[in-house]
């Protein structure tokens, strides 16, 4: 199984399965290209650091526009003199939500048989999504996300003493363990939490 490369933001949880690749980041991942190519379906008044420069560096400036101008005129050096307020960012808070939508579809697909042992047999997740599968789980597939990340981090301590080997060596390349490490530890690359 492949995760498709053109999927929707809405696709199921079975469209985003692929070895070696957490399937929940993939969705994750997908709903916030969605965002920033089409930030006006997702309305916001205020945003992370990451997400503001994801709005300056990668939307549609014709969309950015307008919301940084009103998000300019919120913030207001008006407001200067009063304290600090941290209101959270819209935009995380949308991508958390779909994320708990994703991880409930997750633990529903679990019940059956065909998905239960694909992912048991080929599947992985990260840490951070395997962590609060294990939470809602059931034990019994409780304890199927723990074996996969058991046998996930096992492999990656595998491939990160022969690339030491070879670093050690002066050999260049390679190094796309360090990027699996990365989103085995943290989600994929840009997933904010
Ligand atoms: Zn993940
Ligand atoms: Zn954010």
New binding site residues.
């Given amino acids: 199984m492949k995760p498709q490369a053109d999927l929707s933001p809405e696709a199921p949880v079975i469209q985003a399965l692929a070895r070696g690749v957490c399937p929940i980041c993939t969705l994750m991942r997908v709903f916030q290209n969605t965002v920033i190519e089409a930030p006006h379906r997702f309305p916001a008044t205020s ?2 650091n ?2 503001a420069w994801a709005l300056a560096g990668s939307s549609p400036a014709v969309e950015a526009v307008p919301i940084f101008r009103s998000m300019l005129g919120d913030s207001a050096v008006k407001s200067a003199t009063s304290p600090v307020e941290l209101h959270p ?1 819209d ?2 808070v949308a ?1 958390r939500e779909h994320e708990d939508e994703k991880l409930s579809e997750f633990a529903r697909e679990m019940k059956r048989e065909n998905f239960r042992s694909w992912i048991a047999q080929y599947g992985t997740v990260c840490l951070f999504h395997g962590r609060k599968l294990i939470k809602i789980l059931p034990e019994a597939e409780a304890e199927v996300v723990r074996r996969i990340l058991a046998n996930n981090q096992e492999e990656l301590e595998k491939q990160l003493s022969e690339f030491d080997v070879r670093v050690r060596k002066g050999e260049k390349g390679g190094g796309g363990v360090l990027g699996h490490i990365a989103e085995f530890l943290v989600s994929q690359r840009g997933i ?1 939490r």
């Fill in positions: 945003v992370c990451f997400h960012c935009w995380c991508l904010t």
